[in-house]
């Protein structure tokens, strides 16, 4: 059974003030690691795929990472237009079931002026 | 507006009576998902189909659901006497076949069951 856990829950930070986001994973086979952003009542919107370890992928203030167990997403200097759910999902590459992604829980983040 | 469009966005419903959600995927996209979100929880996968093929389903997805895809195009999600366990938030998504598997969702329709 494949799984996603994210830490932590939830985050506060400043303006300003940079940190990093959590993702850990198991799965037999990654096809992919997804990170979405989500807004309170409406559906994810997608950001990054990484495919193999030691793949850094960058977008605005967000960097994503990869390793063979984990992943971080990094935000510098944040704005509190980047206050959101941050949604970790991992897809595998074979053995069934391997179209569907399976998601951790989310990050709630929150940026404060 | 080119992105994957549900309606209808809300529905409030009795607990026995039958809902049906829509999803038109982006155009072009042959590969249509449907999650539900509940809460506090990322989303979990219901179904899948590759054009008008019903690939597969989860256990989640109990007999009181069903799902089509005529023609490959739109899908219609259908909940059978709802009970108050239902009320989630109902995503659909959809990719290209040759895409590097992104999947773009749509704004979802939340269903609340009294």
């Known amino acids: 059974e494949d799984q996603v856990t994210q830490s932590p829950e939830a985050l506060r930070l400043q303006e300003g003030e940079s940190s990093s986001l959590n993702c850990s994973y198991t799965?037999?086979?990654?096809?992919?690691l997804f990170w979405y952003r989500q807004d309170p009542g409406k559906g994810p919107e997608f950001l990054f795929t990484?495919?193999?370890a030691g793949e850094e992928k960058e977008k605005e203030r967000l960097k994503a990472t990869l390793t063979k167990k984990e992943s971080f997403l990094h935000i510098t200097a944040p704005k509190p237009e980047d206050s959101a759910t941050y949604l970790c999902?991992?897809?595998?590459?074979?053995?069934?079931?391997?179209?569907?992604?399976?998601f951790g829980k989310g990050t709630l983040l929150t940026v404060n002026p | 507006d080119t992105g994957v469009s549900q309606n209808p966005r809300h529905k409030i419903t009795k607990r026995g009576q039958n809902v049906t959600f829509r999803c038109d995927p982006i155009?072009?996209?042959?590969?249509l998902y449907w999650y539900r979100q509940t809460l506090g929880q990322g989303p979990e996968f219901l179904t899948y189909?590759?054009?008008?093929?019903?690939?597969?389903k989860s256990r989640l997805l109990s007999d009181r659901f069903s799902a089509e895809r005529p023609k490959g195009s739109f899908s219609t999600l259908e909940i059978q006497r709802t009970e108050q366990g239902d009320s989630a938030m109902y995503l659909c998504?959809?990719?290209?076949?040759?895409?590097?598997?992104?999947?773009?969702f749509g704004p979802g329709t939340r269903l609340t069951v009294l």
């Open positions: 998504a959809s990719s290209l076949l040759l895409d590097t598997d992104t999947q773009y």
């Open positions: 799965v037999s086979g990654l096809r992919g």
């Open positions: 155009s072009e996209h042959n590969r």
């Open positions: 189909f590759q054009n008008e093929a019903q690939l597969e």
């Open positions: 999902a991992v897809r595998r590459n074979s053995g069934g079931s391997n179209y569907k992604l399976t």
């Open positions: 990484l495919y193999s």
